[in-house]
């Protein structure tokens, strides 16, 4: 089984649709849980990141983590095209590299 | 705040040649910075770990003679690619942990592209 396991996609939504991506993992010690947002040709941008089983909000996103299923879950409302970009789930633990999913690509189609 | 630059942005070489890379925490101190390559489409992968004033830890598979890491300062760590092949070409990207961070979290940089002609 894999560590991280997202699913790549790609995704296409149209404008305004709720988005849902998804990860899954199997390394019980991770504390900390995180998105990217990474645009081509660029560096990934921290989203959101939280540490606890709960959902966390900010602005259009949720982030949502589930330990005792080991799942995590981004969720984008009223999605813009300016949302088009690849999504990385991402999981830490302390002292050590963070280990990555391969990313979704989602496009918003306007 | 958490701005990490990169330069350069995008470089051309002759096969053959040695290239850096900087990479600068603009507003922070990284005693950790990590380097990845990342292949159209595909996911980062993390060539090495670089801590300021010691050796970097480079992963399985990487050669640590042909990308060498140095981190000198608490807010710059670059990567010379020896050598280079047009293999080597590649989109490198930097990141830093800031040393105040309270969840491990990690703030990249924009990017290399490197092309070996």
């Known amino acids: 089984q894999k560590e991280v396991e997202q699913d790549p996609g790609p995704l296409s939504v149209p404008e305004g649709a709720i988005v849902s991506l998804n990860c899954t993992y199997s390394n019980s010690a991770f504390q900390y849980f995180m998105w990217y947002r990474q645009y081509s040709r660029k560096g990934p941008e921290l989203l959101m990141y939280t540490y606890s089983s709960g959902n966390k909000e900010d602005g259009r996103f949720t982030a949502q983590v589930d330990k005792s299923s080991k799942y995590i879950s981004l969720f984008i409302r009223d999605s813009q095209p300016s949302d088009s970009a690849t999504y990385l789930c991402?999981?830490?633990?302390?002292?050590?590299?963070?280990?990555f999913g391969k990313g979704t690509t989602l496009s918003v189609s306007s | 705040g958490a701005v990490v630059s990169q330069h350069p942005s995008r470089v051309i070489c002759k096969s053959g040649t040695s290239v850096k890379i900087e990479c600068r925490s603009l507003d922070f101190q990284a005693t950790t910075m990590f380097w990845y390559r990342q292949f159209p489409k595909q996911s980062l992968m993390l060539m090495a770990t670089s801590n300021e004033g010691s050796k970097a830890t480079y992963e399985q598979g990487v050669e640590k003679d042909k990308f060498l890491i140095n981190h000198a300062s608490l807010t710059l760590s670059t990567l010379t690619v020896t050598s280079a092949h047009p293999e080597d070409s590649s989109f490198y990207i930097c990141?830093?942990?800031?040393?105040?961070?309270?969840?491990?979290?990690?703030?990249f940089g924009p990017g290399t592209r490197l092309t070996v002609l």
């Open positions: 990141s830093a942990r800031d040393n105040r961070a309270r969840y491990n979290e990690q703030f």
């Open positions: 991402a999981f830490g633990q302390a002292g050590t590299a963070l280990i």
